[in-house]
């Protein structure tokens, strides 16, 4: 499984673009990179999904360099709302378990 | 969102106790996980089972056993609870079991043993 590193935390205030950047030096070529986002109470929801370049939904973006050695998750202009912890995954298609960090807790202030 | 539930979502034992704890999807997917999340540690995969009667061990599988006698519940026992078995409880799903492929969590299981 490739190891990721990201962030602890972060903090951001509303309308702001926050941008969490995550590591992961030993992606293998069929990887792909998936970021969850969990609220508190809450179980983790799929956000975003790449393999390679941009990615781009109604909720976020992910860049993905040419090397593929990291990836960064991008939030326009966060409100309260999205307070949470966002966790980067890699993995491959043959492989059932999800690893999950510890994640990077984003706090959105007013 | 998916049709997943938990039950209980919260329950007080004590230790030595067995406890087990039910997930309900209603997806028809085939893989079902048992994660527990506790401070500082993220998600942690206990087990997951591919298919009925189908199951394998997952990174923290020691005092937790599973069952799947059906494709929509998954059992998750612990035969004699332990404090170090405090912590949130999350099922989930998915329908291929590939890692791109992405799975939907339940509301969680808050479990304290005293």
């Known amino acids: 499984l490739a190891k990721t590193t990201q962030p602890i935390s972060m903090d951001s205030y509303e309308g702001q673009e926050v941008n969490i950047t995550c590591s992961h030096n030993n992606i293998a070529t069929n990887d792909y990179i998936t970021w969850y986002q969990q609220f508190p109470s809450q179980g983790p929801r799929f956000i975003i999904q790449?393999?390679?370049t941009k990615v781009t939904n109604e909720v976020a973006s992910l860049f993905i360099p040419a090397d593929r050695k990291s990836s960064t998750l991008s939030l326009p202009r966060v409100s309260l709302s999205d307070t949470a912890v966002y966790y980067c995954l890699v993995g491959a298609t043959n492989d059932y378990k999800l690893s999950f960090g510890a994640g990077t807790t984003v706090t959105v202030r007013a | 969102d998916a049709g997943i539930t938990q039950s209980p979502r919260h329950k007080v034992t004590e230790t030595g106790t067995p406890v087990t704890l039910r997930c309900h999807q209603t997806e028809n997917h085939r893989y079902m996980y048992w994660y527990r999340q506790d401070p500082g540690h993220g998600l942690r995969l206990i087990h997951y089972s591919y298919g009925v009667k189908d199951t394998d061990k997952g990174e923290v599988s020691d005092g937790y056993s599973v069952s799947r006698s059906k494709t929509e519940d998954f059992l998750l026992t612990l035969e004699s609870a332990t404090s170090s078995q405090t912590s949130v409880y999350f099922c989930?799903?998915?329908?291929?079991?590939?890692?791109?492929?992405?799975?939907?969590f339940g509301p969680g299981t808050r479990l304290l043993v005293l």
């Open positions: 989930a799903i998915s329908e291929s079991g590939q890692k791109q492929e992405t799975q939907y």
């Open positions: 790449g393999y390679k």
